[in-house]
C-alpha cells in the first residue's frame, strides 16, 4: 500500500483539452519552480464531432508531454453525461487518493456547458468524501459489483485535499486571482495545439470549428485581458471561495493606481 503523493496540484476537467485553455500556463508555471502537476479528464471525447477516443487519448498524451505534468489519466464518464452520481464520485475519490493533491483545480461552478459545472460540483464532492476515513471505495466497488477504467484494485488511504480553485476563464465573473503565465503562453498554445483533431485545419465540422489561427489569436486575447487585470502581459483567472490571508501589507501584489 503506498500513500506516496504523485502530484502537489491536480486539475480536474470534464474534456480533454479543458485543462489546455483554462489553467495549462498556471501548471506549466507550476512545473517550472518544481512543483509536480497532474491532469484528471473526466470524459473520453466519445460525442465529438472530430476524432475517435484513440486519437483524442493520443492527442491528450502529447499535450501531457508538453505541458509537463507527472500524471494524466481519464475516467469513462459519458461525455455530455457528466452527473454528480455517488458512483462518479467514487472514481474521481480513487484517483485523489492515488495522486494526493494539495491542489485541486476545478472548473467554475456556473457555464453553459452543463459538463463544466457538474464538475465543479461533483469535484468538490469527491474531494470532501475522499477525506472520510470510513469510506472504502474498494470495498464499495466490490459490494456493487462496478468495475471502474482504469481500475485500482489497492486500497489507497483517506485524503482531503488542503485547497480548492476555480478556473473560471470560462466564466463571466471577477477573478480572485490570476496567475501570471506570461513565459508559458507559446508552450500553452502548443499543448492545445496537440489536439490536432480539433483545432487542425480541415473540412469536417468546419462551420463548427474555428481555424487555428484564430484560436491563437482569441486564446492570447483573454489571456492579456486577464493579466491586463493584474498589470502582467498573459494570465490566467482563478476563484476561490476563501478569502485571502495576508501577513505583510508591503508584499501585496498588484498595483493599485
Ligand atoms: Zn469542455
Redesign the pocket.
Known sequence: MSSEPIADVLAI???R??VEQTCGGTLLRMRSIGVRTAILDLTRGEAGTRGSVGEREAEANAAAEILGVAWRGALDIPDGRVENTYENRLKIVEVLRRVRPRVVILPYWTGR?P??YNTATLGYEACFLSGLARLDTVAVRIQTGAEHNPPHAEYSPPHRPFKIVYASLYADVRPSFVVDITGFIEDRHRALMAYRSQYGNQQQGSGLFVPEEEIRERTFSVARHYGLLAGVRYAEPFVQKEVGLVDDLTLIPVQSM
Open positions: 476537467a470534464a474534456h483539452d479543458d456547458h459538463d463544466h
